[in-house]
């Protein structure tokens, strides 16, 4: 399913206009998105699962191409947790 498909659909199970159901998709990613860049990034939504952020550390690899050694940076990645709900309703 794609944003436009979930904006199409969540207009059509609440009986509203697509431009509201697309501002709540919006406001939905966003707030994800402000909650996960703080310190301790980690959105939990009963139903569906918890976001949560952690901090890859600093590591060597290799080039596949070339096999030259590098250096990979810290950063931060995104795990999703699936909620007891969610897994039940996909099994």
């Given at each position: 399913?794609?944003?436009?498909?979930?904006?199409?659909q969540?207009?059509?199970?609440?009986?509203?206009?697509?431009?509201?159901?697309?501002?709540?998709?919006?406001?939905?990613?966003?707030?994800?998105?402000?909650?996960?860049?703080?310190?301790?990034?980690?959105?939990?939504?009963?139903?569906?699962?918890?976001?949560?952020?952690?901090?890859?550390?600093a590591?060597?690899?290799?080039?596949?191409?070339t096999?030259?050694?590098?250096?990979?940076?810290?950063?931060?990645?995104?795990?999703?947790?699936?909620?007891?709900?969610l897994?039940?309703?996909?099994?």
């Amino acid at each position: 399913m794609t944003k436009t498909q979930l904006v199409e659909q969540m207009a059509k199970d609440a009986g509203i206009p697509r431009s509201a159901a697309n501002k709540a998709v919006n406001s939905f990613i966003d707030c994800v998105k402000v909650s996960l860049k703080k310190k301790d990034g980690k959105i939990t939504l009963l139903g569906l699962g918890t976001f949560s952020k952690y901090r890859r550390k600093a590591r060597k690899g290799v080039n596949p191409a070339t096999g030259e050694k590098i250096k990979i940076k810290a950063s931060n990645g995104i795990r999703f947790k699936p909620g007891k709900a969610l897994k039940t309703a996909i099994s």
